[in-house]
């Protein structure tokens, strides 16, 4: 593929969506779309959430979460075919296609990122007249499904079959934005972790949490995201402003991360972790995690435990010493121009 590739993608996660971005248009020069109105869904394309109000968030063309102002309608001039460019409630822009423009834009390759699409995009690819090639990225923790030819994997991925193209990387994401930083932050301890105190699966953690914030009446506790005691953080530069603001990141996410940019973006921005370890035992982000050295093991402390620990590592010598560990091994672990070399090879090779 020598052109600027022209990519569809599904789109279940901001963060990934633009990593793929950053890859194909910033980078390679080409375009991404992702999907908009609702007949991708009614005609079995769009499988990522089933309930009407996720359908509407999703793909309405109007006001909703992802789309809640479409900037503009436009021509596309490379392809004389209406585009969508949307903008969601954090201020990400992307663009986006129904599935009647998709059959007449000359596309190269379809991106799925959830197995439930994997049968559903390879339809697309069929039917498509440009017989496009089909990528399954995987960003969790999953395995790779038979009959799958290419596969770009930002998780720690067991049993790779020796026939397929295949290339592990980090997912990118922009370093001007999380930048590091080597001040000495408030008495600010914030986790970002979406549903912490709602989800049931969060319920000892986010006990665990709560109770070290009583003990520690003193520093100021904020739990930031989608249906998070603090609300939502609206955009990737408060996101990062909101990190470098604090001491610590607690991050105790039951069951871990695929990929994990919470954790990624936390390294960049030089701010050490509270975590549990146990949850990250085969999993990429296990990479970032020195006891001591760049983030807290807090697995088996009591609350009174975890204060200690964090009032010890928060002496300001103490703390410069984590924060310089966290940029230094995030460098050595993570390099996203070193990456694109190997990413422009992976897709010179899609089968």
Known sequence: MNSPPIVFTDFHHPSLLNSLILLFEKKLGGMVFRPIGKDWYSQGFWKIYLYHDAVDQYLEIGNSKHNSVVSHLCNDSTFNLPVYVCKDYTGFLNKAITLESFYKIPIDILIATIPEHIETFRKLCETHPNKPKLVYQIGNHWSIET???????????QNVPHNINFISYHQEFDLSIFHSDFSYP?????????CFNTADIYTDDWKLFESVESIMSDWNFKSYGALCRDGEIAGQNKLA?????????????FGGDGYGHIIYNSAAV??????KMEYYDDRLGKELMQEGKTCLAIDGLTPQEIANKIRYYSEENRYAALCKNVNKNFKEKVDFDKEYITLHSFIKRLK
């Open 186 to 194: 408030a008495q600010n301890i914030c986790s970002f972790v979406s």
């Open 147 to 157: 009959g799958i030819s290419n596969v770009m994997a930002s998780a720690k991925i």
């Open 241 to 253: 402003d909101r990190m470098r603001d604090s001491r610590f990141i607690w991050h105790t996410k």
């Open 270 to 275: 030089a701010r050490p972790l509270v975590v």
